[in-house]
């Protein structure tokens, strides 16, 4: 069963920390997605990455970086985590066009 | 820029009744993906429109692309309680990995 597994489903971080997620994909696909999803604001992306230490900002990249060292990995750093950074996470995986497979999401709270 | 304005918001119907969703753009879009969010769940894909006026069926969902393709919908005929969910549609404009979501029409059938 193809999967992109996201490493936790629940983070509690305060204020100030830097904290990692991350996601892994076993199909072999190009591209990787992070978004953000909030009540009422629905999908907002993040960053995306079309292969391996490529990059593009999406629509809300401010406050966050991102890694792509191997193609089946790609990490969202949060470099100094804010309150406002409080939202359920989304990393996404596809050959083409769009974001296609989800992971199951990590719910991260910023304290 | 660019946005898509999805709607309603929220319908509430009846098991058995027909339900509809709709996604609008300023802009003329590239292709036009939809999505269903389960309660708890993750975005899972549903299907890809990218031709002017294409009409594509699965069981008794019924996606649409406009003429313009500056729109879209989705139909559910008959719906059953599992159709319970958000529905999300994501678009984008030629060239670019830059989906951008609707804000989703969830969606509660009552038995």
């Known amino acids: 069963d193809v999967k992109v597994t996201q490493s936790s489903r629940y983070l509690v971080k305060r204020t100030g920390e830097k904290v990692f997620l991350e996601c892994v994909q076993d199909m072999d696909h190009e591209n990787m997605f992070w978004y953000r999803q909030d009540p009422g604001l629905g999908l907002r992306l993040i960053y995306f990455s079309y292969d391996v230490k490529m990059k593009e900002k999406g629509d809300i990249p401010e406050g966050y970086s991102v890694s792509r060292e191997k193609k089946e990995r790609f990490s969202l750093i949060l470099e100094s985590a804010s309150t406002n950074q409080t939202s359920m996470y989304l990393c996404?995986?596809?050959f083409g066009s769009g974001p296609r497979i989800f992971g199951s999401g990590t719910q991260l709270s910023v304290l | 820029g660019q946005q898509v304005m999805q709607i309603p918001q929220y319908q509430h119907v009846q098991e058995g009744e027909d339900f509809t969703t709709y996604c609008n753009s300023s802009?003329?879009?590239?292709?036009i993906q939809w999505y269903k969010q389960r309660p708890g769940g993750h975005p899972v894909f549903l299907i890809q429109?990218?031709?002017?006026?294409e009409v594509k069926k699965q069981k008794r969902l019924t996606f649409q692309f406009g003429e313009a393709k500056k729109n879209s919908s989705l139909h559910i005929t008959a719906t059953q309680t599992t159709d319970v969910g958000t529905y999300f549609c994501a678009a984008t404009t030629s060239g670019t990995y830059k989906y951008i979501f609707g804000t989703g029409t969830r969606l509660k059938v009552l038995a």
């Open positions: 996404a995986s596809s």
């Open positions: 802009t003329t879009l590239s292709n």
């Open positions: 429109l990218v031709k002017s006026g």
